[in-house]
């Protein structure tokens, strides 16, 4: 009986819980995909053979991550699970691939970021004032990140001059990946401030 109310208590807020809690939890969410960006920028000095692991390991725990916090929304919770779960997919083929094919690393972040753009952007459709615009930020950041992988371009250089000689696939995805999970916390953090003013999310 004792272990039965510690459950009812001690249980993660739904979405028929109060916005309060939600967002309390959303906002955890948001940190966390933070954290795991400093982590991914961390990536320059990592052993090249430890680089495609934990490319993959970073992008399955931000996916599960955005997962969680999707299952806590109202307005674009299937869209926003499943562009978590595109996020956690990407990481298992990233995690899987030897790390010695280019063409098949590059294509599976390309790919990742291509479609969820494009999830982030039908869910912008569907959602109001801030959350709208900080999805359609977060949407476009994936597709530029996506336009300048696909034209080959390549901010190694940058890397190489701050940090010295690094693998320039390892390099160029960490910042890659940095870049599109800060704004993606961002929008969780924003989520969450929303959902403490009262606003449904």
């Given amino acids: ?13 739904t ?19 933070l954290v795991l960006s400093a982590g991914s920028a961390l990536l320059p000095w990592v052993h090249p053979s430890n680089g495609a692991l934990i490319i993959g390991s970073l992008l399955v ?24 779960a595109v996020t956690a997919f990407a990481g298992l083929l990233f995690a899987t ?24 952007f039908f869910a912008a459709r569907l959602e109001q004032g801030s959350v ?18 696909l034209v080959g ?13 690094t693998p320039p696939l390892i390099a160029s995805f960490a910042w890659f990946l940095a870049l599109s999970f800060v704004v993606n916390g961002l929008l969780l953090l924003e989520i969450a401030s929303c959902a403490r003013q009262d606003e449904d999310v």
């Avoid at 009986?1 to 807020?13: D, H, N, T, Y």
């Avoid at 931000?62 to 978590?84: N, P």
């Fill in 1 to 13: 009986m004792a272990f039965a109310k510690l459950l009812s208590v001690k249980r993660l807020p």
């Fill in 61 to 84: 725990l931000a996916g599960l991550t955005e997962i969680f916090a999707g299952t806590l929304r109202h307005e674009t919770r299937k869209l926003a699970m499943l562009a978590g």
């Fill in 97 to 120: 691939e030897p790390g010695t094919h280019f063409l098949s690393t590059l294509t599976i972040i390309t790919g990742w970021l291509f479609v969820r753009s494009v999830i982030l």
């Fill in 153 to 165: 371009l390549s901010i190694a250089t940058v890397v190489v001059t701050l940090f010295g000689a």
């Fill in 15 to 33: 979405t028929n819980t109060d916005l309060a809690g939600r967002a309390r939890a959303i906002a955890v969410a948001g940190w966390a995909i």
């Fill in 132 to 149: 709208r615009r900080w999805t359609a930020y977060s949407a476009t950041m994936d597709l530029v990140l996506a336009l300048v992988l």
